[in-house]
């Protein structure tokens, strides 16, 4: 799966082409798939984001 951050929305010109490495948990969403570089930006920035985060490794 490709990487869907920093944000986590769908058609966002923001659009990274890395593959996920990691799972963010999100309240009421799919988990948020995110490549290493937006890991720490999409903690901060993505939407229903659980506090303290919940992360982990897709593979
Ligand atoms: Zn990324």
């Known amino acids: ?3 869907q951050g920093p944000y ?3 058609g966002d010109a ?6 996920a490495r ?3 948990v999100r ?3 799919p988990a ?3 490549c290493p570089v937006h890991l ?3 903690l901060l920035m993505a939407g229903d984001v659980l506090w ?4 982990s490794l897709v593979r």
């Open 14 to 19: 923001a659009d990274c082409p890395d593959p």
């Open 1 to 3: 799966m490709r990487c």
């Open 32 to 34: 948020l798939a995110v």
């Open 8 to 10: 986590g929305r769908p």
């Open 40 to 42: 720490g930006p999409s």
């Open 22 to 24: 990691f799972e963010v």
């Open 52 to 55: 303290p985060p919940q992360v």
């Open 27 to 29: 309240y009421r969403r």
